[in-house]
């Protein structure tokens, strides 16, 4: 991506994961546009209470595709999520922990600010 994208801030988002690679363009920052169905803008810490209940819903992000050169997640790793399914979770009482600085603006069109800084890990 050659322009630099907002936190929730207003802020130029901060790198949320390399190892593993995230984000939708795997470049480690939950960076998105418009070929990004899925809005992956929620730089989240995982829980297994959340990855099993991703599994639960179609998405299995712990077992590892070496196909697709992914490793399976386990619970601490750093990943970005589609705000909807982190909404869903939330809806669930599942939500894993988030990085607000990591969070990309666009996820606020999904998830409201207030909702989002009560799971936040990097708020002083």
């Known amino acids: ?40 803008v929620v730089c989240a810490k995982v829980t297994n209470d959340f990855l099993n209940f991703s599994k639960s819903r179609g998405n299995d992000l712990s077992t590892p595709r ?9 619970e601490g790793d750093s990943w970005c999520l589609c705000a909807e399914r982190w909404k869903e979770a939330h809806d669930n009482n599942c939500a894993p ?11 606020l069109k999904i998830i409201d600010l207030d909702i989002l800084k009560d799971f936040a890990l990097d708020l002083s």
Request: hydrophobic residues 30%; proline residues 7%; glycine residues 6%.
């Open 97 to 107: 922990p988030i990085f607000l600085k990591k969070t990309n603006k666009k996820t």
């Open 1 to 40: 991506m050659s322009d630099k994208q907002l936190n929730v801030f207003d802020e130029v988002i901060e790198v949320c994961c390399t190892n593993p690679i995230t984000g939708f363009y795997r470049d480690g920052f939950c960076h998105t546009d418009e070929f990004d169905r899925g809005m992956h």
């Open 66 to 74: 070496p196909d697709l050169n992914f490793p399976g997640l386990k």
